[in-house]
């Protein structure tokens, strides 16, 4: 083992795995608190919330360091609540039974271009007779544009740019650019400065309530943007990486160690043991792996770990069974094997004690290298549609990315980041590995 | 073999009777060694597939699960057609449930899911072996049939144009690459391919979806996907033009994800050789690089180039599905995909089977070339045949 540390430290010596090692250390702290701060049951109900979650955030929206690229000034999301004690909110009671709610819902504006969307929500309470809202939209520059009279119900919301009435009083043109742009000018121009929607609601019981929240939706939004069920990819992308880095390291550790364990167990009873042993690789050589693995995915489960499990399984008899076999064949003749055989060893004792630990250090440069290729595997199985049913996961994002026509449509951020991230994974197990293979194998050092 | 002998033959000139019966007399015993050792590796590998279907088999049915989601189905069918049948309608209810349990058990004996599935599971295997493989449940081919094998088959030429022509294309660009950086060791471009082996760690699909990005999305230079323009192309010349067109793309992302890394292990694999003492000594004889290359490089490592092409098709085979969902290609991969997104389990056995028969054939195919370059099979291993 002392050998092993020495290698391991020789590794010192090669930039490209400091970098590697850098990255993974990263990732790995990032794994860590992901998993504190949105726990399993949190990062679920949220991915899988839907639009009682996720009402506010924007669809299809890019990430913020889009922003950062660009010149100009791209609008974000903007939300202004009647419930926030900063907007101002006046109750009155104007009859016997009714009520007057007038609320001023002002927002600053000072973003180029336009709000995708622009939407009001609206809760109110009441027994039986429903409120009735108007609302008003006043510009910057003093203009007063009526935009709509509803009864809402309870909890109700109001689209923009769903409204035709609305619509054909602005004119031609998206009713949120015609709301927001400079009058009379070509090509449209943003208006910036305090815009406010004034709302006057009529309540006709007394006890009745109504309160207001005003969505401007941004084009861009949170770290990582939106998909198209609004729901923020920051969240995909965190957890994404303990899911990777756990498939990944398990499946190659799981791997590796089974094989070489029955490896050692073929090569020390030899004969029968070792003939069903090649047999079996035989057969598992010509088994389709990933189309076994679909067909599981389809008709059984889709779970993770059940995909994990089953990788590991087809694994363990796979080709490099071959040549640990080869190395334990060179292991079995050595003379401590023989000495520890002579003091009256047990078979399982000396297959798990002397043979698998003296080979144990020389495997460390296969599992690192291993782990890559199941972290695309995971991916991949998830681009096919076989993800996890309720984790989100990179590959879950890209495959929904590809689905909703992400490229076709120039949503590239939707597919770069988890792309970036899968890469950053891959390439830094890659660049360790490589670097420890050539530690290990003095052959290779050479060269 | 006929390198080696021509050489032989042509440096000792002794009696040239003698050594021309002597060698067919050799040649002969080499001719039944190798078919021995071809007809004992064939009988074992049809074990070894036999057993590989089996047990595809098995996983397809998830033990006999799939054919409770059949039962299901068929209930349903004839439950949804009784129900719209004006004769049965006005039937007692009694009449009716008997009439239908009836087309039910019809339908299932039809099936045999009315025996016990280990006993079909062997009704499985037998028609899966010899490629009777049936009607197709939902899929059908272009030519409008549901007989598996014309699915498959109309989806085999895709699959073999695509990953035939990138996988060759890696292999040799990768041997030749390799065999130059071998020569020059240590100069600039040995050190970036040895920087850029890494890269090779994200599969072709993922460069896919970069590609397609960057040449599609962005430039709009290459198409999406596909294998040819809608309507294809009557005319030839323009259809092989659309596809070399359509190609451009997945080829090279299976290049990207592979060249560097092949290009890597070859180099170091040659170098390893290449520091033999035989090696060296050919060099201090004097002996052309060319030479020096052919006969005492890459002779010996023929098998082991051989069989990392073996593996390569089998990589070929199984990994196709991806990349040929990413980039759309009509192939055997997507049919595979589509078939399991339909539950059509005998497109899925087949496709299965097809791939284990494909396996089974690439390891026979490995093993013959072996035995064709590999002297211990050729002289007899342990015979005390000519060395």
Same mark, same amino acid.
């Given at each position: 083992?002392?050998?092993?540390?020495?290698?391991?430290?020789? *590794?010192?010596?090669?930039?490209?795995?400091?970098?590697?090692?850098?990255?993974?250390?990263?990732?790995?702290?990032?794994?860590?608190?992901?998993?504190?701060?949105?726990?399993?049951?949190?990062?679920?109900?949220?991915?899988?919330?839907?639009?009682?979650?996720?009402?506010?955030?924007?669809?299809?929206?890019?990430?913020?360091?889009?922003?950062?690229?660009?010149?100009?000034?791209?609008?974000?999301?903007?939300?202004?609540?009647?419930?926030?004690?900063?907007?101002?909110?006046?109750?009155?009671?104007?009859? @016997?039974?009714?009520?007057?709610?007038?609320?001023?819902?002002?927002?600053?504006?000072?973003?180029?271009?336009?709000?995708?969307?622009?939407?009001?929500?609206?809760?109110?309470?009441?027994?039986?007779? @429903?409120?009735?809202?108007?609302?008003?939209?006043?510009?910057?520059?003093?203009?007063?544009?009526?935009?709509?009279?509803?009864?809402?119900?309870?909890?109700?919301?109001?689209?923009?740019?769903?409204?035709?009435?609305? %619509?054909?009083?602005?004119?031609?043109?998206?009713?949120?650019?015609? *709301?927001?742009?400079?009058?009379?000018?070509?090509?449209?121009?943003?208006?910036?400065?305090?815009?406010?929607?004034?709302?006057?609601?009529?309540?006709?019981?007394?006890?009745?309530?109504?309160?207001?929240?005003?969505?401007?939706?941004?084009?861009?939004?949170?770290?990582?943007?939106?998909?198209?069920?609004?729901?923020?990819?920051?969240?995909?992308?965190?957890?994404?990486?303990?899911?990777?880095?756990?498939?990944?390291?398990?499946?190659?550790?799981?791997?590796?160690?089974?094989?070489?364990?029955?490896?050692?167990?073929?090569?020390?009873?030899?004969?029968?043991?070792?003939?069903?042993? %090649?047999?079996?690789?035989?057969?598992?050589?010509?088994?389709?792996?990933?189309?076994?693995?679909?067909?599981?995915?389809?008709?059984?489960?889709?779970?993770?770990?059940?995909?994990?499990?089953?990788?590991?399984?087809?694994?363990?008899?796979?080709?490099?069974?071959?040549?640990?076999?080869?190395?334990?064949?060179?292991?079995?003749?050595?003379?401590?094997?023989?000495?520890? %055989?002579?003091?009256?060893?047990?078979?399982?004792?000396?297959?798990? @004690?002397?043979?698998?630990?003296?080979?144990?250090?020389?495997?460390?440069?296969?599992?690192?290298?291993?782990?890559?290729?199941?972290?695309?595997?995971?991916?991949?199985?998830?681009?096919?549609?076989?993800?996890?049913?309720?984790?989100?996961?990179?590959?879950?994002?890209?495959?929904?990315?590809?689905?909703?026509?992400?490229?076709?449509?120039?949503?590239?951020?939707?597919?770069? %980041?988890?792309?970036? *991230? *899968?890469?950053?994974?891959?390439?830094?197990?890659?660049?360790?590995?490589?670097?420890?293979?050539?530690?290990?194998?003095?052959?290779?050092?050479?060269? | 073999?006929?390198?080696?002998?021509?050489?032989?033959?042509?440096?000792?000139?002794?009696?040239?009777?003698?050594?021309?019966?002597?060698?067919?007399?050799?040649?002969?015993?080499?001719?039944?060694?190798?078919?021995?050792? =071809?007809?004992?590796?064939?009988?074992?590998?049809?074990?070894?597939?036999?057993?590989?279907?089996?047990?595809?088999?098995?996983?397809?049915?998830?033990?006999?699960?799939?054919?409770?989601?059949?039962?299901?189905?068929?209930?349903?069918?004839?439950?949804?057609?009784?129900?719209?049948?004006?004769?049965?309608?006005?039937?007692?209810?009694?009449?009716?449930?008997?009439?239908?349990?009836?087309?039910?058990?019809? !339908?299932?004996?039809?099936?045999?899911?009315?025996?016990?599935?280990?006993?079909?599971?062997?009704?499985?295997?037998?028609?899966?072996?010899?490629?009777?493989?049936?009607?197709?449940?939902?899929?059908?081919?272009?030519?409008?049939?549901?007989?598996?094998?014309?699915?498959?088959?109309?989806?085999?030429?895709?699959?073999?144009?695509?990953?035939?022509?990138?996988?060759?294309?890696?292999?040799?660009?990768?041997?030749?690459?390799?065999?130059?950086?071998?020569?020059?060791?240590?100069?600039?471009?040995?050190?970036?391919?040895?920087?850029?082996?890494?890269?090779?760690?994200?599969?072709?699909?993922?460069?896919?979806?970069?590609?397609?990005?960057?040449?599609?999305?962005?430039?709009?230079?290459?198409?999406?996907?596909?294998?040819?323009? !809608?309507?294809? #192309?009557?005319?030839?010349?323009?259809?092989?033009?659309?596809?070399?067109?359509?190609?451009?793309?997945?080829?090279?992302? =299976?290049?990207?994800?592979?060249?560097?890394?092949?290009?890597?292990?070859?180099?170091?694999?040659?170098?390893?050789?290449?520091?033999?003492?035989?090696?060296?000594?050919?060099?201090?004889?004097?002996?052309?690089?060319?030479?020096?290359?052919?006969?005492?490089?890459?002779?010996?490592?023929? #098998?082991?180039?051989? =069989?990392?092409?073996?593996?390569?098709?089998?990589?070929?085979?199984?990994?196709?599905?991806?990349?040929?969902?990413?980039?759309?290609?009509?192939?055997?991969?997507?049919?595979?995909?589509? !078939?399991?997104?339909?539950?059509?389990?005998?497109?899925?056995?087949?496709?299965?089977?097809?791939? !284990?028969?494909?396996?089974?054939?690439?390891?026979?195919?490995?093993?013959?070339?072996?035995?064709?370059?590999?002297?211990?099979?050729?002289?007899?291993?342990?015979?005390?045949?000519?060395?």
């Amino acid at each position: 083992m002392s050998m092993f540390w020495s290698n391991a430290k020789r *590794l010192r010596e090669y930039p490209t795995a400091m970098i590697g090692l850098t990255i993974i250390i990263a990732l790995a702290v990032m794994s860590i608190v992901t998993l504190v701060v949105i726990p399993y049951g949190e990062a679920v109900r949220l991915w899988r919330g839907g639009a009682a979650v996720w009402s506010d955030s924007p669809k299809n929206a890019w990430p913020l360091w889009y922003d950062w690229l660009k010149r100009e000034k791209m609008p974000r999301t903007i939300v202004v609540d009647s419930r926030d004690p900063a907007v101002e909110k006046v109750v009155e009671a104007t009859g @016997r039974d009714t009520v007057d709610v007038t609320m001023d819902l002002e927002f600053d504006y000072p973003y180029d271009g336009f709000p995708p969307e622009l939407t009001l929500f609206l809760t109110s309470t009441y027994r039986e007779r @429903r409120p009735h809202v108007s609302l008003k939209w006043i510009t910057p520059d003093g203009r007063e544009i009526r935009v709509a009279s509803l009864t809402p119900t309870r909890s109700d919301s109001y689209r923009f740019t769903q409204d035709r009435t609305l %619509q054909r009083r602005l004119g031609r043109g998206r009713v949120e650019e015609l *709301l927001f742009a400079v009058p009379e000018r070509e090509p449209l121009v943003a208006l910036n400065g305090p815009y406010t929607l004034h709302v006057e609601g009529l309540l006709f019981e007394e006890d009745a309530t109504l309160d207001a929240k005003l969505v401007v939706y941004g084009v861009v939004h949170g770290l990582a943007g939106t998909d198209h069920l609004r729901r923020d990819l920051l969240i995909a992308l965190l957890w994404g990486t303990p899911v990777a880095m756990a498939f990944g390291l398990l499946a190659a550790a799981g791997t590796t160690l089974t094989t070489m364990c029955i490896a050692a167990t073929a090569v020390w009873f030899g004969g029968l043991v070792d003939a069903t042993a %090649q047999r079996i690789v035989g057969v598992v050589m010509v088994l389709p792996v990933l189309p076994i693995l679909i067909m599981i995915g389809t008709f059984y489960s889709r779970s993770i770990w059940v995909m994990l499990g089953t990788v590991i399984l087809l694994s363990i008899f796979g080709a490099s069974i071959l040549s640990y076999r080869a190395i334990f064949m060179q292991v079995r003749t050595l003379p401590y094997v023989e000495a520890a %055989q002579a003091y009256g060893a047990s078979n399982p004792r000396i297959v798990f @004690r002397y043979l698998v630990p003296r080979v144990l250090p020389m495997i460390v440069p296969n599992l690192v290298i291993l782990v890559p290729g199941f972290v695309f595997l995971e991916a991949a199985l998830a681009v096919l549609g076989l993800g996890d049913p309720v984790l989100p996961t990179w590959g879950k994002v890209i495959q929904n990315a590809n689905v909703e026509g992400a490229l076709f449509k120039g949503y590239y951020y939707w597919i770069l %980041q988890p792309a970036a *991230l *899968l890469m950053l994974a891959g390439f830094a197990f890659a660049m360790v590995g490589f670097a420890l293979d050539r530690v290990f194998n003095p052959r290779l050092r050479e060269l | 073999m006929s390198l080696e002998r021509r050489s032989l033959e042509g440096t000792i000139a002794v009696d040239a009777e003698a050594v021309s019966s002597a060698s067919r007399r050799a040649r002969l015993a080499t001719f039944t060694r190798m078919i021995r050792y =071809t007809v004992i590796r064939l009988v074992a590998l049809f074990f070894t597939v036999v057993a590989g279907v089996y047990l595809t088999i098995l996983i397809a049915n998830m033990g006999g699960y799939v054919d409770q989601i059949r039962r299901a189905q068929i209930r349903e069918t004839i439950d949804l057609a009784a129900s719209e049948d004006p004769a049965l309608r006005l039937m007692p209810e009694e009449e009716r449930t008997r009439i239908i349990e009836e087309r039910v058990r019809l !339908a299932e004996a039809r099936l045999r899911l009315d025996q016990p599935f280990f006993v079909r599971s062997f009704y499985y295997l037998r028609d899966a072996l010899t490629l009777n493989l049936g009607f197709a449940e939902r899929l059908v081919s272009d030519s409008g049939s549901k007989q598996v094998r014309l699915v498959i088959t109309e989806r085999l030429p895709p699959t073999l144009v695509l990953f035939g022509t990138s996988n060759l294309l890696l292999f040799f660009t990768a041997i030749i690459a390799a065999l130059n950086l071998s020569r020059r060791y240590g100069s600039r471009w040995d050190k970036l391919v040895m920087a850029m082996a890494p890269t090779s760690a994200a599969p072709g699909w993922f460069y896919g979806l970069f590609l397609i990005l960057i040449f599609a999305a962005a430039l709009r230079l290459l198409p999406f996907g596909g294998m040819v323009e !809608a309507p294809p #192309p009557d005319n030839p010349v323009l259809y092989a033009r659309s596809l070399l067109k359509h190609m451009v793309l997945p080829v090279s992302a =299976t290049l990207m994800s592979a060249l560097f890394f092949s290009t890597y292990s070859w180099r170091t694999f040659f170098l390893i050789f290449s520091s033999e003492d035989y090696v060296e000594m050919a060099k201090a004889k004097g002996l052309p690089n060319r030479m020096i290359e052919r006969r005492y490089v890459l002779r010996p490592t023929l #098998p082991n180039i051989i =069989t990392s092409f073996a593996l390569m098709l089998i990589s070929l085979w199984t990994g196709a599905i991806i990349l040929e969902t990413v980039f759309n290609w009509p192939g055997l991969g997507r049919l595979y995909f589509r !078939a399991i997104g339909l539950y059509d389990t005998p497109v899925i056995v087949a496709i299965a089977v097809v791939y !284990a028969y494909l396996l089974g054939l690439t390891l026979f195919l490995l093993d013959f070339l072996y035995a064709l370059v590999d002297p211990r099979v050729r002289v007899g291993e342990g015979r005390g045949g000519r060395a």
